[in-house]
């Protein structure tokens, strides 16, 4: 049985990490994309779109310059409306799906200490996730108009601070720091069911009670994730670059460049959903990871595994 609250250093959480996705994870993301799957579905059709429409608006551009200067400042006059309302829309989205991926690893996690396995369903997932919106929805406005703004602020003076060498390394520890604060604070917020300040201020207590490993944990997963997402997305891009290339060396004997440009922005937009997925899936192996160190950190204040193991106990012996 795959224990939640154990005391865990840093290569526990690792290992504890991916021990969690090799017993649980054709059942974990299995509901992951029936929860998510109709807004990744919307939200990658628009990201294709968009990004289709953009490179081929930049290459007809680059063509037409010559005939016409003012090409580009032309076509977003007369198509202001679709573009803003493209943006928006996407924006939309990303919202809605941004809080249902941070959310969803949040009650997958609680499900599985309720019940102490998987045999839970989709709809109690989702049923778990519609108790929260009201929850979820004023968590991210907290975190839009209070922290976010604080937030710039501090890494604004960070930043300024990297002309002298120490502001490199405060910059990294900070932002790492900041990203697992409000993480934890986000567990804290659904499963403890407290007030938004009042998750915040315990969030930021598990930061500091095991700041290194839990800022080290945070750092090292997410460089990991973002190595392996790039090497992958290189792939497809390398392919991508090598044909561009290719077909633009004897361009000026092609019939017609439209062709050229057109599949050459299929190929950026292609290349831009990939993208956009693999940064969602991966999302989830920081998100389980930062569950593992809430719930290590929770074993350290609360004993709940010596807890449970004295309520074993006296079951057995009834």
Same mark, same amino acid.
């Given at each position: 049985?795959?224990?939640?609250? #154990?005391?865990?250093?840093?290569?526990?959480?690792?290992?504890?990490?991916?021990?969690?996705? #090799?017993?649980?994870?054709?059942?974990?993301?299995?509901n992951y994309f029936v929860i998510n799957g109709i807004f990744l579905m919307i939200l990658v059709v628009l990201i294709y779109f968009i990004s289709k429409v953009y490179m081929e608006l930049i290459f007809?551009?680059? /063509?037409?310059?010559?005939?016409?200067?003012?090409?580009?400042?032309?076509?977003?006059?007369?198509?202001?409306?679709?573009?803003?309302?493209?943006?928006?829309?996407?924006?939309?989205?990303?919202?809605?799906?941004?809080?249902?991926?941070?959310?969803?690893?949040?009650?997958?996690?609680?499900?599985?200490?309720?019940?102490?396995?998987?045999?839970?369903?989709?709809?109690?997932?989702?049923?778990?996730?519609?108790?929260?919106?009201? #929850?979820?929805?004023?968590?991210?406005?907290?975190?839009?108009?209070?922290?976010?703004?604080i937030a710039f602020i501090v890494l604004g003076l960070l930043f300024l601070l990297c002309f002298i060498l120490i502001g490199i390394p405060l910059l990294i520890i900070v932002g790492f720091a900041f990203?697992?604060?409000?993480?934890?604070? %986000?567990?804290?917020?659904?499963?403890?069911?407290?007030?938004?300040?009042?998750?915040?201020?315990?969030?930021?207590?598990?930061? #500091?009670?095991?700041?290194?490993? /839990?800022?080290? /944990?945070?750092?090292?997963?997410?460089?990991?994730?973002?190595?392996?997402?790039?090497?992958?997305?290189?792939?497809? %891009?390398?392919?991508?670059?090598?044909?561009?290339?290719v077909s633009t060396q004897d361009i000026q004997a092609q019939t017609s460049k439209a062709d050229i440009f057109s599949t050459m922005g299929i190929l950026v937009a292609v290349i831009m959903v990939f993208?956009?997925?693999?940064?969602?899936?991966?999302?989830?192996?920081?998100?389980?990871?930062?569950?593992?160190? %809430?719930?290590?950190?929770?074993?350290?204040?609360?004993?709940?595994?010596?807890?449970?193991?004295?309520?074993?106990?006296? /079951?057995?012996?009834?």
């Open positions: 049985m795959f224990e939640l609250y #154990k005391k865990r250093d840093l290569s526990a959480n690792f290992s504890d990490t991916t021990t969690f996705f #090799k017993t649980f994870g054709k059942h974990y993301f299995k007809s551009g680059i /063509t037409n310059m010559q005939n016409n200067p003012n090409y580009l400042m032309a076509y977003f006059n007369n198509n202001m409306a679709l573009i803003v309302g493209g943006f928006i829309a996407t924006l939309l989205l990303i919202v809605i799906l941004s809080m249902l991926n941070i959310s969803f690893p949040v009650i997958y996690l609680k499900l599985y200490e309720k019940t102490g396995n998987t045999d839970f369903s989709t709809q109690e997932i989702i049923s778990g996730l519609k108790v929260n919106v009201g #929850k979820m929805i004023l968590f991210f406005l907290g975190c839009l108009f209070i922290i976010m703004p990203m697992s604060w409000i993480t934890l604070s %986000y567990y804290e917020y659904i499963l403890k069911n407290v007030g938004f300040f009042t998750a915040l201020s315990r969030g930021f207590g598990l930061v #500091k009670q095991q700041f290194w490993t /839990t800022v080290g /944990t945070t750092f090292l997963m997410m460089m990991l994730t973002q190595i392996i997402q790039g090497f992958i997305t290189m792939i497809p %891009y390398v392919i991508s670059m090598i044909w561009m290339f993208s956009v997925l693999l940064s969602y899936v991966f999302n989830n192996f920081i998100l389980i990871n930062q569950g593992l160190i %809430y719930y290590s950190l929770q074993e350290e204040n609360e004993n709940n595994s010596t807890k449970s193991q004295i309520d074993l106990i006296g /079951t057995d012996f009834e």
